[in-house]
């Protein structure tokens, strides 16, 4: 099954260059997407959430076992691998007509940037992960690089920059890693135990490459450049999938592997975390490009992630996890947003925009949507994942959710004034005025967005089903290396009293 | 049935909201207001039966998330204050939606206003219902949502739409703190549901544990983050500015959001969660001394504004201090009764105003006001039952709410409570003061407005109707209630901390204090009679004679200039220069762009450069996993 959906875009990929005409391969590949959502959607049906085993194992050896085509998916996988089948479709969907030129290698990146993320999330071999997880970012250069803005060259030779100083240590660390523990098998790196001062450095080396993907401060700089100069289903997919890897990796390899060095790190990951928040979203306050604007609030919102999922306890790694998804599915749409009037005025500066409300009423309902659910607000998906990441912070640290939950501040500050700005005002602009509401196609990326935002937000519970076993152990071995934790102390007379009357 | 009461408005909400234009505005209004209607008939009758006696209930809807030890459910919690909050909410929302179809008879966007209207009460209701302080949150933050839309209405104007964002960040502040209460309550009593948190204070009296780098008491700390929440919903000082502005939205908003319900969110969290301060007496004291500056503060100020909205608005911050410092002397029947009479009266007042603006075709500056009463005598006669109600004239519901919250603080007898009790006595006369300012400036005195231009007309039955039904509950609400709210020990059933011997000493005042409101309240009548009407003129002078005190009062004690200088201002320098200092001077410069100037000559280089990345990437890659190929193989 999972190497089905690993090589079905692949093969799709070939097919669309093969046919090499713009029509036909737009619908082979929302085809080929859409299959893959339902093989995604079997996969969800038949997961057994009362486990953290990794489960639809696929093994067959290669180069005399030492690197194995090695599959299988446990919740945290499952939950990833579900939101890039949902976005792709939605991508493909969204650059139906806006991109007209060498449509089908187009498509073809897209869809052989599936198979590659599908491929992150599934794969129990490390050299296989490596190999997926570097080689995933190539169509994304591609993507920027061809069918870019004005200055793709130099965005995409930034991204370039960053993942490569992260990469080479990465491989380094993971190579040592394989000598040390005589094994590639991911679970089997998950339960081996590294001597604790060797913890460090590996930590270190598997950091440098996630926190360039996540990405956080002050690794961030390439991905605002990444996201103007991207076209709309590429800003898509890059905030939706593309950075997740980020907290993937920290969640596979760096917690579970490198616990003690966990425990003793944190306080560097809640720094630049805590930087991250408030740095971030006092920028995004003075953007004048929507699109930048957005790509400074993921990084603040990766900075969540990131704080959650070191506050070392469950509520922080599920709430870390929710944020993940939540933030796949609304910064995906706030890119798509964008890229709605991006086609129709071709420019993304906020001021050029005013009063939308008024002609493209349907677009502002949706815009808002997504927005409150950008600033967490209750009953969106922001809100379950960034209140139990927060929650989860303030048991670990009350500093840090203290000055995480700023961000909530100022992020109601940066996109209700976008909002505003963008949306209310006087429609005074003749050609802002000449622009239409939503076409069906647009509806067609929106209404699924939206339904996603509003499912999670009122009722996650099939989301964060599948997030308990392997969240719980994964829990377990870090409570090993003894992570702090704010105590409660009680008087010794109330306690006692407490402990006689156990029933209040 | 409380599951209908609290859905049919979300009902309302959908249909209009996305049949919207399709449906037409008749079809929207009929929608949203007939479902209202029956939400509050339902609303009374469970009030009824909790008068009766029922007891408290809660219906579980579903599981909302959980995780680790948190579970947190959707639940509709039924108790008397409750169901006391379920008929404020429903009945004034009823009332408000029919009042909106004179109101907004004209407007284009008649569906979308009367969706918003119906999504405020289903947020409202969902906050009052909560079980959980998730779920409060919930309606917290859904109640904060509908006041950006409604306060935004009028989007095309910059002044709307920049006090929607002013009053959901001023908000935000606010949250901040509750959701680090919620936090500290978990880490505290390993629950989020109301009732067991309730239920496990007494065993927690003492707890510490460590915030921000000292040990500090628990249920203290909490205890005043939740009211650092409570502080933003009901504008209490310092976290204020976004009501007055928030009067940019239409005026029937302003009677159900920013008068009878939203605003008195807070009010309700202190009340709900009274147990929890009770336990903590160092917040309550932090609660009298917020409640009891707010109330002098607003007032303050409210007798120098000229627009009548914004009159009514400082009254109605006013007003929610007086609730918060009630509460905060443990006098929470009295917070709540002063909740319920200020609900009809303000509502009263607020959907006056709008009839009196509605007659001057939207002018709200008192200044070009004058002898209307003639012009508009039912809603002249409505304000005055609103302005008489307010001020605390005998036997209507200000009598009794107000006066029970002053003898309650005096009853206390703390060091707060005292304060509390001569500036709560202070701010009464102020509010008779600038109450009869608006009406006689409105009323009264000589037309200042253009008769060719304004043709004062009394508003439609559909807004007069409400009006009459508010007005018999200003008028009503006390004495029927009062018993109630400030008396019997069968009324609360446990739903707040209730003491009804303390209310018994509120009867046994020394007659000077009983006799004082009273006092304050004619004074303040006798000095506005004097000012606007006996001698026309006098105001200015005293405006001549004092021109600092006036300015600073006009200008709202600064806050506005003050946080704009400290706080957004320097929020927008700060993030420009983090930009172009920290992101494109320090780590670009640095890092990407220094690393091209390395390779070769800056720019020119790094567009050969680029030109074969990907290869060098691909290769790298390539490259390395050969090597460990290599050399895991030769190694095995």
Redesign the interface.
């Known amino acids: 099954m999972l190497s089905a959906m690993i090589l079905l875009p692949v093969a799709a990929a070939l097919l669309v260059l093969w046919l090499d005409d713009a029509g036909r391969a737009r619908l082979v590949a929302l085809a080929t997407t859409l299959v893959l959502l339902a093989m995604g959607l079997v996969l969800w049906a038949g997961f057994d959430s009362t486990t953290a085993a990794f489960q639809f194992t696929e093994r067959h050896e290669l ?2 076992g ?2 194995s085509w090695h599959l299988g998916i446990d919740g945290i996988s499952l939950v990833l691998i579900l939101l890039s089948v949902f976005l792709m479709p939605l991508c493909v969907l969204a650059g139906w007509d806006s991109i007209r030129e060498r449509v089908p290698e187009y498509l073809a990146a897209f869809l052989l940037m599936e198979a590659l993320m599908i491929g992150v999330f599934a794969a129990m071999d490390i ?1 296989l992960f ?2 997926f997880f ?2 995933g970012l ?1 169509p994304m ?2 993507i920027i ?1 061809i069918w870019g803005g004005k200055r793709r ?2 965005a ?3 991204f ?5 100083l992260g ?2 240590l990465m ?1 380094l660390a ?2 040592w890693m ?2 040390e523990a005589g094994t590639t098998d991911i679970p089997a790196l998950m339960a081996f135990d590294f001597p604790a001062e060797a913890q460090t450095w590996l930590w270190l080396a598997f950091f440098a490459s996630f926190a360039v993907k996540m990405p956080m401060w ?2 961030h ?2 991905l ?1 450049d990444a996201h103007v100069e991207a076209p709309t289903a590429g800003s898509m997919i890059l905030a939706g999938v593309l950075l997740k890897m980020g907290g993937y990796g920290f969640i596979r390899f760096s917690l579970p592997m490198f616990p003690e060095a966990s425990v003793e790190l944190m306080w560097l990951v809640f720094a630049l975390s805590m930087v991250a928040v408030v ?1 971030t ?7 004048a490009d929507m699109k930048k604007l957005i790509a400074y609030s993921s990084v603040a919102h990766m900075a969540f992630v990131t704080g959650g999922l070191f506050a070392l ?3 922080g790694i ?2 870390a996890m929710v944020v993940m998804v939540s933030h796949g599915l609304v910064s995906a749409a706030l890119f798509f947003c964008v890229g709605v009037i991006y086609d129709r005025l071709h420019t993304r500066e906020i001021d050029r925009y005013g ?1 939308l ?2 002609n493209m ?1 349907r677009y502002a309902v949706f815009f808002l949507l997504f927005t ?1 659910a950008s600033i967490a ?3 969106t998906s922001g ?2 994942g960034e ?2 990441a ?2 989860g912070m ?2 670990t640290s ?2 840090l ?2 000055v995480m ?2 961000g ?3 992020g ?2 940066y996109m ?2 976008l909002y ?1 700005r963008v ?5 005074d602009k003749d050609d802002v005025a000449a622009m239409p509401d939503l076409k069906p196609r647009e509806w067609a990326v929106m209404l699924p967005l939206a339904a996603g935002v509003l499912a999670i937000g ?4 099939p989301l ?1 089903a599948p997030l308990k076993q392997p969240v719980a152990s994964l829990v377990a071995r870090l409570e090993r290396a003894g992570p702090p934790a ?6 010794a007379a ?1 306690a006692a ?2 402990r006689a ?1 156990p029933a ?1 | 049935m409380i599951g209908i009461l609290v859905f049919l408005p979300l009902l309302g909400f959908l249909v209009a909201g996305i049949g ?1 234009r399709a449906i037409g505005n008749l079809a929207a209004r009929l929608v949203t207001t007939a479902a209202l209607f029956v939400s509050a008939a339902l609303a009374w009758a469970i009030f009824l039966a909790q008068l009766g006696g029922e007891g408290a209930y809660t219906v579980t809807l ?9 579970s947190v459910a ?1 639940a509709l919690h039924v108790d008397m204050l409750v169901a006391v909050m379920l008929v404020v909410i429903t009945s004034v929302s009823a009332l408000v939606h029919l009042y909106s179809w004179g109101y907004m008879a004209e407007d284009p966007s008649q569906p979308r206003f009367f969706a918003y209207l119906s999504l405020f009460t289903f947020a409202m209701l969902m906050l009052v219902t909560a079980d959980s302080l ?1 779920q409060l ?2 309606g ?3 109640v904060g ?1 509908a006041s ?1 839309l409604l306060i ?1 209405f009028w ?2 104007k ?1 002044s ?3 006090a ?2 002013k009053a ?2 001023v908000n ?2 606010g ?2 703190g509750f ?2 209460g ?3 309550l ?3 009593f390993g629950t989020l549901d109301i009732g067991a948190i309730l ?2 204070v ?12 000292s ?1 500090v008491d ?1 249920l203290t700390t909490i205890a005043i983050l939740l009211f650092i929440g409570a502080m933003g919903k009901s504008a209490q000082l310092g976290l204020h500015t976004w009501l007055p502005d928030a009067m940019e939205g239409p005026t029937p908003v302003s009677a159900l959001i920013h008068a009878a319900t939203m605003v008195t969110a807070g009010v309700f969290l202190v009340c709900r969660m009274s147990p929890l301060f009770e336990a903590a007496p160092p917040a309550r004291d932090l609660v009298v001394w917020v409640g009891a500056a707010t109330a002098l503060f607003a007032a303050t100020v409210a007798t120098t504004q000229h627009d009548i909205k914004r009159v009514i608005a400082y009254s109605t911050c006013s007003q929610l201090g007086f609730m918060f410092f009630a509460a905060g002397v443990g006098a929470y029947g009295a917070a709540m009764f002063h909740l319920f009479t200020h609900a009809f009266f303000k509502a009263l007042l607020f959907l006056g105003a709008g009839s009196v603006i509605h007659a001057m075709h939207h002018e709200q500056d008192m200044r070009h006001y004058g002898a209307l009463w003639r012009k508009i005598p039912m809603t002249f006669a409505a304000m005055v039952v609103g302005t008489v109600a307010i001020t605390g004239f005998f036997y209507t519901a200000g009598y009794y709410s107000k006066d029970g919250v002053l003898f309650a603080a005096f009853v206390r007898g703390t060091e707060p409570a005292r304060v509390a009790f001569a500036v709560g006595l202070f701010a009464s006369f102020l509010t008779s003061f600038y109450s009869w300012r608006l009406m006689f400036l409105t009323f009264f005195g000589a037309a200042r407005w253009d008769a060719h231009h304004h043709h004062p007309h009394e508003s439609p039955p559909s807004m007069l109707v409400p009006l009459a039904l508010l007005a018999a509950g200003a008028l009503f609400a006390g004495v029927v209630f009062h018993h109630g709210f400030i008396g019997e020990e069968g009324f609360w059933r446990g739903a707040l901390v209730h003491d009804p011997d303390f209310y018994h000493r509120l009867h046994e005042v020394p007659a000077l204090v009983h006799h004082a409101p009273t006092i304050a309240m004619a004074l303040g009548f006798l000095i506005a009679l004097r000012q606007y009407v006996l001698k026309p003129g006098a105001a200015a002078d005293f405006v001549r004679t004092f021109p600092t005190l006036h300015r600073f009062l006009y200008r709202k004690w600064y806050f506005d200039e003050l946080y704009d200088a400290l706080l957004v201002r320097p ?2 320098r ?3 220069l ?2 172009k200092g ?3 001077g320090l ?2 410069r640095f ?2 762009d220094g ?2 100037g390395l390779v070769g000559e800056g720019a020119a280089a ?2 050969r ?2 030109s074969g ?2 290869y060098v ?2 290769m ?2 390539l490259v ?2 050969a090597a ?2 290599t ?3 030769t ?2």
């Open positions: 180069f005399g030492l690197f050299l490596y190999l570097e080689a190539i250069y591609l690089g060259i130099y995409s030779y930034k370039f920059l960053y993942t490569l990469s080479v491989l993971i190579l394989i000598r002050p690794v700089t390439w605002p740095y979203s006092l920028v995004a306050l003075a953007q306890n469950t509520q599920e709430g009063g409300t008024a009423p409150m607000l209750p009953g809100f379950v209140f139990l927060l929650l303030f048991r009350s500093w959710a203290v939950a700023t909530v501040i100022l109601a500050g209700l004034w505003g949306a209310f005002g006087a429609l009122v009722y996650p519970a964060l704010v105590e409660v102390s009680r008087p109330v009293r407490a009357e209040s | 919207n579903f599981e909302w998330f959980t995780s680790g030890g948190l959707w998730v949150f919930f917290w933050e859904g949502l950006y935004g989007y095309q910059p709307a739409w920049n929607a964002i959901f960040i935000r502040v949250d901040f959701m680090l919620m936090f500290a978990f880490l505290v239920g496990g007494a065993d927690r009296k003492g707890a510490t544990f460590a915030f921000l780098g040990e628990a929020a927008k700060i993030g420009g983090f930009w920290g992101d494109l780590i670009d890092g990407p690393l091209s790094a567009r450069f680029q990345y990907l990437y691909a790298v890659m390395g996993l460990a190929t050399w895991l193989v190694r095995g």
